[in-house]
């Protein structure tokens, strides 16, 4: 499956921004989809997983209670609604696709190309 992901930009403290990652391929109605993010100079984290009918979803400790995710299948997209933004929130978004539900990355075979999201202060 290939991912383009889309939606980042610059926004100010306690805003908010919501990110696309549309799939091509027959099988992402069976797959997991996750979110992750790089900062500069910091090891990728991960953000969010749903899985693949939407029933389950995690959330790294940093974004509980302020990013959502959840997933159109009929439209093969992911979403990451971002609130309550914060500047250390600023990095390249990555979704991902997996087999399985996952908070790893290495379980994670597909990725997008990324999407800058900056947090001003």
């Known amino acids: 499956v290939q991912l383009q992901a889309c939606g980042g930009g610059l926004v100010q403290a306690g805003g908010s921004l919501r990110l696309s990652c549309v799939a091509s391929?027959?099988?992402?109605?069976?797959?997991?989809m996750g979110w992750f993010r790089q900062a500069p100079g910091k090891e990728r984290e991960f953000v969010a997983v749903i899985s693949w009918d939407g029933g389950s979803a995690y959330y790294g400790d940093s974004v509980k209670g302020r990013f959502t995710i959840s997933r159109d299948n009929a439209k093969n997209t992911v979403y990451l609604q971002m609130n309550s933004l914060k500047s250390e929130d600023t990095a390249v978004y990555y979704c991902?696709?997996?087999?399985?539900?996952?908070?790893?990355?290495?379980?994670?075979?597909?990725w997008g190309q990324g999407t800058q999201v900056t947090v001003s202060s």
């Open positions: 991902a696709a997996s087999n399985s539900i996952a908070i790893s990355g290495k379980y994670f075979r597909s």
């Open positions: 391929g027959r099988t992402f109605s069976v797959i997991s």
